[in-house]
């Protein structure tokens, strides 16, 4: 248990990356020699100076005639000079202009006549609508220091500057080195015990995206020697080095001893949260940073240690002000990164925190930016304003219909039917999708909730919570929810009697399928307690699957299309009603109208008909709740 | 004159371009099927479902020990009970845990005994810290909608979710076809007549940032045919075309007969500055776009035209609120873009104006962003708040030095030995300088004024203009002014009583060396009147040094580096002192600290010495102004 021990330091990010950084002699990543055309986003490593003058020579700013001017002095309205050729020479925009040439009359202001002179009617003054030499770029001038990101316009003023090689800094190469005996490339055939090597890839994406040259090995095994000479091949070859670690404190511990041998160990432990385990380490003089192995924290781990030896300190990256819809408890131990959904609802932002596990790779793809909750505090209270550093496009998010509630398949199908809007959702259940509805949190929820009296659906449920006269209910789906039961049932399960013989798997609570479940268990006179598994929940019906397709456990309520997408068989229980609440005054929003276009399109229809399980007759009708 | 004629609409940015896209067949592009890890950047030409689940089977959250959950029930403090071998197995984070084991009981929570037995203190409770099969990702569920672009946290759920090829969309290529006869690539020998062609290589940039593959071909020479073979080919082989059309209304009109001839010009004339005179066309069903040629118009057009087909209508950029220095006037006529600099003086972000003319590539090089004039409006005063639209990163900006007033050659090199910190000139003269930091708009003034009375450089005129006891000078250097002639002096020039008997080129109203000349032609008696260019004017140094370096002018006052820079000979005339005005509660800021490090460091003073003309014995001392 000695492991624990290792983390031997609870310090800030800041301080951190500050004694990190102070043992780190300057990265020095040599030059290339570039064409100038293929130099977009490469930075240059020294001052560039105008070859030569832009223009090249003093030429003409207009279409026109260059002139003498003292031979114009006096031209008027009145008395109107002709100039006979030889006194004037045409000219294009860019054109050369030369002694005893000194200015240019636009060829709007003249008159020709037919014996080839041309009648003016003002004065030139000397110099008027030309373009002296080296107007735009001197010859000598500095056009770039050195240090600058090589954008789209500096390639076109080094060109006309007569630049057409730059010397560039080279990228840093950046070896990531995946380590671990359980780890196999995605691909092949998985067998138990197995995990799929994802975050080298990750990290390769993001070095590239913060212009490092990322270099793959292949995964090392467990093995104190052969990591050993890993990092030790990466501290020579590569400008740095990102160890990453596995998931177990075994191998971590097998990190640290390593580069405690060959190296010196900066950090070990930072108080943040997830990715604490990070180890900052120098090893010949150059930066080795264990990434601890959890996607999640790999994640932060690169954003706040790695990307600044790339990047610099200063880039903050998108910070917006947004009103949290949870309370957020976290630690005075740590700064704490909590991903959360970013939506307009109204006039404000609000932000709703996803799952926090540092396993939940899925909700970093999900989320629009991270709520950063400084160690300082215990937490934050709901609907108080945060800072909220975004991953995804403002832009984007203006145009985002936001779900929260229960879960559907068919939620995932509209999101990618959309066209120019987004349809983000978080499964929460119906119960905790009307309240969020109800906090302003949400633009609609979809949900399936019975009325246990009537045996409704839905509509009573809205009335209840919100009264008269604001609410209304865009129609989904008829979906029909059953048991799932392995493929072929080979225990023979018959119906919700049979649940007490056998390994059950729960949906959270406040979810609809588990109040159908509550519900049929009344009608039948089945005790909850009896049921095995009554209390293990999971959050969705393909989560249910999964358990049940991987053999933890034998049945669970939920949709026919879930089962149909697992492999599973599947006993019809009943038919449920799945809409969407929506307060009236959303029903005019462009995205919510395209949303209702999708809902009434056949195409929708059409792939609801190929998952199995559902009736679409008043898809996208609107029923207004009194 | 004709061509003028063919200006005929001054629509609104937004009715051209959804005219243009109302007449473009949706652009489709073609799939590719890339490997997950190669995919960075690249958009989803369909949604992408999990192979596999993730995790792939239950397994433990935790290091420590798998158990049968009802096996530790009622175990206590003070009832512990001892696990012996087979009643448990030792798990790490990620392995598996297999039936009958359903729960985990983390390793710091046990305590190991000799005989191999554990004890525990605490019950677990079924399926505690495990995570079950599929929490993360399950088998079946969207990762992915289809046109999602793959970002590195993607990457990394695709390859977990068992992943490793997906389908991409094809980038557009773009064939970018630059047309002139003038046209000559950059890096050849320049003739008088030549333009070095560099706006479609900014295109091709662009196209390429905006996630397009540019094609850029040859220049064309001014032939109809020709031009219109290239069109047609471009429209054939490629899904959009940029047809740079060179400067000059001459050949805009040729593009423009033949986009009539082949296809379908939807617009011709946009009201916007710079940019107007942009071609919105069709041919054989490809967007066709001829780009007008000077460079600050061709990037406007990109940007409102080119960039909306390559990534959407919705990229605004990013905007920001600035107060605007001088006013500045536009007109009904159209939407004006100034590029504008942007620095954070005291708590506010300023926006100073750049030249505005469309021929002005550097400007664009030089500029923070574009503050936008709308059509309605004439003009905007100074003091009003404005939207700009960044070019540069916000981040970057708030560590700027901001410098208004007179050029010397050292800014840039002292711009390029900046670290962590930036430093943006503006090139405007002494006595403007001053003005913009009486108003606010600058943390420095350089200057060189001459008292007329007293001789005394720089501090007279900051007492008068300031006032008591806020203000410092930042000692810069001595430089020497003196005559620029062409080398070999052919002329024979020997001194300011030959002004009259050459032709001159003088520096702009305000400028120090302006009222330098002004101060020894009294001095010496010598009439302004009987200078020959005396009223024509550049803006810098090195401007002066290339007119008279190009033969417009036989000689001018500037500095001694200028006219080593640029080969000339060099007549003194007398010493002057450039300093930097500052107000003291700018002194200790820390970028304003490292550009007096940098003043002071013995670097900075070798490469003064290499450029001539140069004392730097008191650079960097602070003198504070009563």
């Known amino acids: ?3 624990r021990n290792l983390y031997l330091t609870n310090i800030s990010i800041e301080e951190a990356l500050a004694r990190f950084q102070k043992e780190l002699p300057p990265l020095t990543t040599g030059v290339a020699l570039l064409e100038t055309a293929h130099a977009l986003g490469r930075v240059t490593a020294r001052p ?49 202009v030369k002694p005893p040439f000194d200015a240019v009359i636009m060829a709007e202001e003249l008159q020709e006549q037919d014996d080839g002179t041309i009648i003016i009617r003002q004065g030139a003054a000397a110099w008027q609508h030309l373009r002296p030499i080296g107007e735009d770029i001197v010859q000598g001038e500095m056009i770039l220091p050195s240090g600058h990101k090589i954008r789209p316009m500096d390639i076109g003023v080094l060109l006309s500057g007569g630049i057409t090689q730059i010397l560039v800094t080279n990228p840093a190469t950046v070896a990531i080195i995946p380590t671990g005996s359980e780890l196999v490339e995605a691909g092949g055939n998985l067998k138990e015990g197995d995990i799929i090597e ?62 405690r041998e060959i190296g010196q160990v900066v950090v070990h432990g930072v108080a943040m949260k997830p990715g604490k385990p990070v180890i900052l380490a120098v090893v010949k003089g150059k930066p080795v940073i264990g990434v601890p192995g959890y996607p999640v924290s790999a994640y932060i781990a690169y954003e706040n240690f790695v990307k600044p ?19 957020l408890v976290s630690s005075f131990k740590h700064r704490e990164y909590v991903r959360v959904k970013i939506g307009r609802i109204g006039d404000k932002l609000v932000a709703t925190p996803l799952a926090r596990g540092a396993g939940a790779a899925m909700t970093l793809v999900r989320a629009d930016g991270f709520c950063i909750i400084d160690q300082n505090l215990e937490g934050v209270d709901a609907g108080a304003t945060v800072e909220v550093s975004l991953i995804r496009n403002l832009e984007d998010l203006e145009q985002t219909i936001v779900s929260i509630g229960s879960h559907d398949l068919m939620l995932d199908i509209m999101a990618d039917m959309m066209v120019g809007a987004n349809l983000s959702s978080s499964h929460v259940g119906s119960l905790s999708g009307l309240m969020a509805l109800k906090n302003g949190e949400t633009h609609i929820a979809p949900i399936h909730q019975l009325d246990e ?41 018959k119906g919700l009697a049979d649940l007490t013989k056998y390994r059950y798997i729960n949906r959270q609570r406040g979810a609809g399928t588990r109040i159908l479940l509550d519900y049929k268990l009344k009608a039948e006179g089945i005790n909850p307690e009896e049921i095995s598994g009554y209390d293990r929940d999971a959050t969705t019906h393909m989560a249910v699957a999964a358990a049940i397709h991987g053999g933890s456990a034998d049945c669970g309520l939920g949709i026919q299309a879930a089962a149909t997408a697992m492999g599973l068989d599947f006993i019809p229980i009943g038919q449920e009603e799945y809409d969407f609440a929506i307060p009236r005054e959303f029903l005019g929003l462009p995205h919510i109208q395209a949303f209702m276009d999708i809902l009434k399109s056949p195409q929708l229809h059409e792939k609801l008909a190929g998952l199995g399980g559902y009736t679409a007759e008043n898809c996208g009708e609107v029923v207004y709740i009194d």
């Not at 003409?60 to 000079?81: C, L, N, Q, V, W």
């Not at 990290?203 to 090995?217: E, I």
């Not at 990591?227 to 670690?245: F, P, V």
């Open 48 to 96: 560039i100076f105008a070859r030569n003058n832009s223009p090249l020579y003093d030429c003409s700013a207009m279409d026109g005639i260059a002139i003498i001017s003292h031979k114009t002095r006096g031209a008027s309205e009145t008395s109107p000079i002709a100039l006979c050729p030889g006194d004037f020479v045409a000219v294009d925009t860019g054109d050369p």
């Open 198 to 259: 994802s975050n080298s890839y990750m990290l390769s994406a993001l070095v590239a995206q913060d212009g490092g040259n990322p270099v793959r090995t292949p995964i090392v095994a467990d093995d104190y020697e052969a990591i050993k000479e890993r990092i030790l091949w990466a501290a020579e070859h590569h400008d740095m080095a990102l160890l990453c670690s596995g998931t177990s404190a075994g191998r971590e511990d097998f990190a640290i001893h390593i580069l």
């Open 1 to 3: 248990m000695s492991e």
């Open 309 to 327: 030896l790339l990047v610099g300190n200063k880039a903050k990256g998108n910070i917006i002000q947004a009103t949290l819809t949870r309370r």
């Open 453 to 493: 009296i009537t045996g409704e659906y839905n509509v009573s449920i809205v009335k209840k919570l919100f009264g008269g006269g604001k609410m209304a209910l865009i129609k989904g789906v008829r979906r029909t929810q059953g048991l799932m039961v392995q493929k072929g049932n080979p225990l023979g399960i």
